[in-house]
């Protein structure tokens, strides 16, 4: 059965939350999730939100989603790609729609003259990383992610100090 990927539209939002809800538990991660489905609508789907969705089907049936932003690098003076989310039921891994979700972002990132398409995965999602390599993306060892977040960004954006 052929696998197509596109744009995702506002009647996907439902789909993409139960998507991200999947994501998570797959993560270890469900009680984090403080996104409602009426959140997933209005800022990927009302105005001009940073963020855009593909939707990856098989035989018209949702299988898979990304969630994508554009960045900047100051280095090369040009936009790169963040891909925030990409998941795959676990029915249908294994049969390419990761790979062709990444490929249609990186597909836009050259259109769109990007310098960079860069992702995060968790250290023990070992699948994911054999999976990653396999496409030639190399990890970015030499770089720590930090995050401000919840009380301690709060407390951060108010102190005068």
Avoid at 3 to 28: G, M, S, W
Avoid at 48 to 76: D, N
Avoid at 124 to 134: D, G, L, T, V
């Amino acid at each position: 059965m052929a696998i197509e990927v596109r744009p995702a539209t506002r009647a996907d939002a439902q789909q993409i939350y139960a998507f991200i809800h999947e994501l998570a538990e797959y993560e270890k991660a469900a009680h984090e999730v403080v996104a409602s489905a009426d959140d997933v609508v209005r800022t990927l789907f009302e105005g001009r939100g940073p963020a855009k969705a593909l939707i990856c089907e098989r035989a018209g049936q949702a299988i898979g989603f990304a969630v994508y932003f554009f960045s900047y690098s100051t280095w090369l003076g040009r936009s790169g790609i963040y891909l925030e989310d990409l998941y795959v039921t676990p029915a249908a891994r294994g049969c390419g729609a990761g790979k062709m979700l990444l490929r249609h972002i990186a597909r836009i990132a050259m259109q769109e003259g990007c310098g960079r398409f860069e992702w995060s995965v968790l250290d023990w999602n070992e699948p994911a990383i054999r999976f990653y390599q396999s496409l030639g993306a190399k990890p970015q060892d030499e770089w720590i992610r930090y995050r401000l977040a919840g009380d301690a960004l709060r407390d951060f954006a108010q102190d005068n100090g």
